[in-house]
């Protein structure tokens, strides 16, 4: 079955407190990006991979890290968490050519930061 | 530079009302077009994409048609179905094929 999977689901913590939620799919895609989602703002890129070792800024990238180290990884890292990260992020995946467009999205991280 | 604007909701209609959902894009070069559906506590779906102008893309009684003339993408629907219920995001990947932009959601409520 194709799958995105993040992990955790749900994450409390305080500010300053480094984390890091994990992606992972089976599909063998190359394409990977993150997102957060925010009312009123809808879905905005933080991050994006377009093949192992290879990833480039989106339009929020600011306070986040990734890394590409295997095809079907892609961790979104926070190295020191702040209130305005509270958001609900999600993984996405895809290929990178222009014929296969579409992209599948994991299930979604609520994250909290106090 | 690149973005997508649609129509603000909440979108509240009768069941089997005529939808429509508007939405607009600026980009340079030729982008690809997208409408996703979010239901509660899951994560955006594929509805239906347009490659290229002129193209119509469909999908379980949604359509849009990609219109370069008026930089649009609008959704609509003959009859909608209270399980339609849900958020609709419109989407555009940009020529390069590197980077996604999306609009702020349309919440749509049908009503039985």
């Known amino acids: 079955e194709a799958q995105v999977t993040q992990n955790p689901r749900y994450l409390i913590t305080v500010t300053g407190k480094k984390l890091t939620v994990t992606c992972s799919q089976n599909m063998n895609h190359e394409y990977m990006s993150w997102y957060r989602q925010d009312p009123g703002l809808g879905l905005r890129q933080i991050y994006y991979s377009m093949n192992v070792e290879v990833t480039d800024k989106g339009d929020v990238p600011e306070g986040y890290k990734v890394s590409r180290k295997e095809k079907r990884n892609f961790p979104l890292i926070l190295e020191s968490p702040s209130p305005n990260q509270t958001s609900l992020y999600f993984c996405?995946?895809?290929?990178?050519?222009?014929?296969?467009?579409?992209?599948?999205f994991g299930p979604g991280t609520r994250l909290l930061v106090l | 530079g690149n973005s997508v604007t649609q129509m603000e909701g909440p979108v509240t209609l009768s069941e089997e009302a005529f939808l429509t959902i508007n939405c607009t894009y600026t980009?340079?070069?030729?982008?690809?077009l997208f409408w996703y559906v979010q239901y509660p506590g899951e994560g955006l779906q594929l509805l239906l994409k347009a490659t290229k102008a002129d193209d119509k893309g469909s999908n379980k009684g949604f359509e849009a048609t990609y219109r370069k003339e008026t930089t649009s993408f609008h959704l609509e629907k003959g009859s909608v179905q209270v399980s339609d219920s849900a958020v609709y995001f419109c989407a555009l990947r940009n020529a390069n094929f590197n980077k996604f932009y999306f609009g702020s959601g349309t919440k749509l409520n049908v009503k039985p």
């Open positions: 996405a995946t895809g290929f990178a050519s222009g014929r296969q467009e579409t992209q599948y």
């Open positions: 980009a340079t070069g030729y982008p690809s």
